[in-house]
Each structure stands twice: as C-alpha cells, then as structure tokens.
C-alpha cells in the first residue's frame, strides 16, 4: 500500500485565517467569543449566552472573480478560500483563467469535502418570496431581510454544491463528492480521501471540512440550545473535561482544506510534509440519533483500533464540553491508555475555537498535523478538570512523534485519524 502524506493546509477560521495565524491563534488561546445579539432573541430566551460568529468570506479579496459572489452560499465561498490557501501552502502553481483558475499539475486531482448543516438562509428567504404575495404580509422582524427568490436556490442548497464548485473553479477532474456525518463530517472526508490514495486510486485529493451557519436571528443555534448542548459558562468559554463544563460553543462556522498527497508524488516536486496519516478508523454507535452510547463500546473499540501498538504521544480529543459526552469519552480514554501517567498528551481545539460542527474534523487534523511538524501541543484552560486525564494545562513545546485526532457526531457517527512524524525511510 502507498503512503500518504498532508503537504498543504488552509484555514479560514474566526481566529485566524491561513495555517501560520490559525495555528498562533489556537497555541495563543486567541477565542472570538460574542454575546447573542438582541435579534437573535425576538421570540425566544437563549439559556447559551454566547456564540463565535462565522469568519468574513470575501472572495475578491482572494481574487476570484465577481461572479462567484452571485452563485456560492457562505459554506461554498469558505471552502473556495480555504482551497486557494491549501493549494498555495502546497505549493501549487495556480493560473487566472477568464472565469475561473487553471493548476497545471492536477488535472486529474480530487475533491472530498465534508460538511454538517447546510445553510439555510437562501432557502428560507427563497420559500417565503415564493408563498407571499405582498410584501405587507412580511412580518416586522424580517423587514431588513433581504427576502426574493433566487433563481439559483438549488443549486445553492445543494450539500454537494462545495465540492463541485472547488473541482469547477480549479479544473480538477478526479472524483468529487461531499461527506455528511454530522460533526464528524470533515474527519470522514479526510479518511476517505486518505484511503482512495493509498489504493492507488489517486495521487492527489483536496479534503477537508466546512460550515457556514450564516443566520441573522440565530435559529440554528436554538436548535441546539433546546438540546440543551451548548454551554452556559459566564464568559462563554466551554472548558471541556471540566466537571462542571455545560456544553460546547456553537460556532457559526469555519473551513478547512488539507492537500492530501501520495508520498512519493510530493517528494518528486520538492513539497513540504505537515505529516503522514497512517491510518482511518470509523465505525457507529447504533443507538441514538443525538447521543452517545453510554456504555461507549464503539468509542472504545475505535480507540484501541487506532492505538494497536503505537506509541501515541498526543490525543486531539473531540472534547464538546458537554457534561454527558466528556463523561463518556474521558472514560473510553483511560481504559484504552490506561491511567493519567501513561497516557498522551490530551487537549481540545474545540475548547479555543468553539464547535465549528462539519468543520471541526478536518480543523483538529490540521492542528495535530502542525503539533507534530511545530513540536509544540496547546492548552486548555480547565481549573476543574475531571481526574485521571492527562490534559495540557498551556501550550507546551515537546516532540510530538505519532498522534492521534477523533470526531464523533449526531447519529453515532465516530471517527479517527493516525497522524505520524515524517521521515523519509520506506
């Protein structure tokens, strides 16, 4: 079987944007924390006092043409952004053609990309210029909308449209779909994308994750909220594995592309390597389409899956803050690895960055990927956290050899990752 190597990273993140700010902001504990806007409350009291709004997605800024505005949701101009700068960090060769961008060397290149929710404005805003007559009838709240049918509505709406749109821009021929599994959606495209290029089956696929939550009234976040899954913290900072976390921090969204390569494809053109993946684990809980199974037997199961005989150094862990699911995957933890003394290094990006949902995979890969080329592993802050994890305090510098990234989502859907230092022996 072909190695595969990451040789390109790209975030766009409400922390920092490009891999070299991204990663500062996340070693630095640099959060974009906002209260809840008066709007987001004209018929409902929020219990979550806090959210992390979406990063600005101005594509001009990036140079892609005015057109591109007037056919891409938010999901779509996010993923387009964070495509130019993976392409860019890979070192790619990237032309300007009349309406779009040419690569010169990855005609045949494919597209995996994950996503959880997609947005819903466009449609919503679409339906209700459809089955209103008079602009009258247009309750007050939603004068300032800008309700009218776009004629591009479904296209718009379709979770595939991220995808096609990175392979339509850049001329990438190879295969291209969009994954859904919920908040485990970007580390399933990325295990995917690994397992087609170790196959043979591709040289070089641009993977990742992406979420674009864009909502002026906040009525995706109430969706969670009456799920009681987003924290209640004063400041809103979510802490996970703490003992009295109260769940996680809706974040409206974020992208991230990684270059996924064949190993000797990137050596032949002198690329940089992040690291090496060296294996993809996934299987499901079967039992609840909003919760963890109790008992955590898949967890577990994928855990040691992932482990074998390893030497794991460090676990990017999915660590949401809720109470119920930190409960269940610190226990699968230390039954796995053992007690505190023995086990890796453990923190939670989500803990900085918020829970960017379809995007949190692919972003926690992209961390652990850095954490092991950087030698350096962030911190979270937990003055209460549960015993026995070995949590990183603050950021800390150490070598970082073999690690670790999981994602587990509505539905039972539960996901790993095995990143390792890259060397050059066969």
């Known amino acids: 079987m072909r ?58 800024g990036h140079g892609f043409p005015r057109y591109y505005d007037k056919v891409t949701q938010g999901e779509d101009k996010l993923a387009l952004i964070a495509s130019s700068l993976a392409l860019k960090d890979a070192g790619f060769k990237v032309d ?18 994950g996503i959880g929710i997609s947005s819903l404005e466009t449609g919503f805003h679409s339906y209700l210029a459809h089955v209103i007559k008079d602009k009258s009838e247009i309750p007050e709240a939603l004068e300032n909308a800008k309700i009218r049918y776009n ?40 295990g995917n994308a690994y397992e087609r290029i170790k196959s043979g089956l591709e040289d070089v ?44 921090l809706f974040s409206q969204g974020a992208a991230c592309i990684l270059v996924l390569e064949e190993y ?51 676990l990017n862990a999915h660590g949401s803050g809720t109470v119920v699911n930190d409960d269940i995957e610190a226990e699968a933890i230390a039954e796995v690895f053992g007690p505190k003394e023995h086990q890796p290094y453990i923190n939670s990006t989500k803990g900085i960055l918020g829970h960017t949902l379809g995007a949190s995979g692919a972003l926690e890969t992209a961390v652990t990927a850095l954490s092991i080329k950087e030698s350096q592993i962030h911190g979270n802050s937990v003055p209460d ?28 859907h539960n996901a790993g990752i095995v990143l390792k230092k890259y060397d050059n022996e066969k």
Not at 10 to 21: A, H, L, N, Q, W
Not at 97 to 111: A, M, Q, T
């Open 3 to 60: 190695r595969v190597v990451i040789s390109g990273i790209g975030p766009v993140t409400s922390i920092g944007t490009g891999k070299d700010d991204y990663f500062d902001g996340i070693i630095n504990s640099r959060m974009h924390i906002r209260k809840i806007p008066d709007n987001f409350e004209i018929g409902y009291n929020f219990k979550s006092r806090f959210y992390s709004p979406h990063p600005e997605a101005d594509l001009s």
């Open 96 to 113: 300007k053609g009349e309406k779009s961008f040419i690569v010169p060397e990855l005609n045949s290149c494919g597209v995996i990309v």
């Open 151 to 190: 004629r591009m509505v479904v296209p718009m709406l379709m979770p595939n449209s991220i995808s096609s749109w990175i392979s339509i821009t850049y001329g990438l021929k190879g295969t291209s779909y969009t994954v859904n599994a919920a908040c485990a959606s970007g580390i399933f495209a990325v």
């Open 205 to 248: 696929i641009l993977t990742g994750g992406v979420e674009c939550l864009s909502d002026n009234f906040g009525g995706v976040m109430r969706g969670f909220d009456v799920l009681g899954v987003l924290t209640q913290s004063p400041d809103g900072i979510p802490r996970p594995f703490s003992k009295t976390s109260t769940g996680f």
């Open 264 to 314: 000797e494809h990137a050596i032949k053109r002198d690329a940089q390597i992040y690291a090496e993946i060296i294996d993809f684990q996934s299987n499901s809980d079967a039992y609840n389409i909003v919760q963890i199974d109790p008992s955590g037997t898949q967890i577990k199961k994928m855990l040691n899956d992932l482990k074998q005989d390893h030497h794991i150094d460090y």
């Open 385 to 412: 956290a549960r015993e026995n994890l070995n949590l990183v305090d603050k950021s800390i510098h150490t070598q970082v050899n073999m690690a670790i990234s999981t994602s587990y989502g509505f539905g039972g």
